[in-house]
């Protein structure tokens, strides 16, 4: 019973479980120049975690683009300024809403994906194997999905952020009849390339590298059993989610 | 050998997908065109009351926009706003004697630097100050100014 424990031992729990994935995350470092000498590998994993995740992504990217217009609009409408539906959603998705559902999405659809993989190699003692066969199972297994999760997480705010702002124009200009030229102008004039594209950017390539990292470790450490690996899987969704929104906070208090 | 060549095309479908979204987004959707022709010059104004003036504004004349607000300082000496303003390349034939002022967009928008011409042959070039310059309406000098007017003994 964990939580019955004195509050002593889960900071001591805490500390630990963020200790061991610094080291890991520098294992991992040590070997990428290894692992990028064999880019099939990883590009193996960029279609798994990155283009299997696609639809998942264009779809939700598409009804959250489309909400911020709906709430925007009516919101906006009281003010008389609805042009301004386009900044809305373009700030919205480009700043918070891309990275931050992008990663909770990518926690569940991919996250999870890798942790059952690598919790089952361990469990069926395939890790081990490839240890006898002094092949260094980090180095061919966890580094390359690692790298590739790191890839595809911007490329997947890319897309959701596109097909966001693509529900928002719908919404917006289709359906409410804002002016085409306005809804365009005033995104022009409201978002700026450096301040809100390229820190959204920053926040994808770190939101990656926290979700995938927390994907690997929970499944190179879990207990080889089935029950192990489905606790393992559980934390992966949880955690993520937590050091998702954490990071968020503090990037977000540093970049604006 | 199938299988993997429809796994190496759809991943390069997504990849390529990727990163037209990001381009896309980055050319339409943001003011990147005005960081495109950084190479143009700068030069400055001392104005008394910059009111709510921000970096990044815009410099306009005639309505065109042909510059931004790159930074704005306090003189420690003379206590005024030198606000410094990056102006495009090819708007290099602005009159020296030319006035600043800064303007509201609409009642409630943010604020601008308006640039009307002078007469004067020569141009602003790097690093030049514009002389005459027009500070920011402050709403509630304007409005405390008219109040003591109107009540002020014999002010009829």
Redesign the interface.
Known sequence: MKFLREPYYILLDFLEMLGASGLFLLHLLRYTPHALRRPGLI??Q??TI??MS?VLIMVSGLFVGMVLGLQGFNTLNKFASTSMVGTLV?LGL?RELGPVITALLFAGRAGTALTSEIGLMRATEQLAGMEMMAVDPVRRIVVPRFLGGVI?M???V??F???G?LGGYLVGVVLMHIDKGSF?SQ???H????E??RSG?IKSLVFGAVATLIAVFEGYYAQPTAEGVSRATTRTVVNTALAVLAVDYLLTAFMY | MKQTRT??I??G???I???V??Y???T?????GS?GNAKGYVVTAEFNNIGGLKP?AQVTMAGVAIGRVSSIKLDPKSFSAVVTLQIDGHYNEVPDDSTASILTSGLLGEQYIGIDPGGSTDFLKEGSTIQYTQSALVLEKLIGQFFSKATAPGSK
């Open positions: 590009f193996q960029v279609f990155g283009a696609l373009a480009l595809s911007p490329l997947l890319g897309i952020n596109a097909v702002l365009w995104i022009h004039a978002v700026d390339f450096k809100d594209f950017i | 796994i190496e759809v991943t479908a997504f990849i997908l990727g990163f979204a990001l896309v987004i980055a339409s959707a943001t003011n990147i960081y990044h």
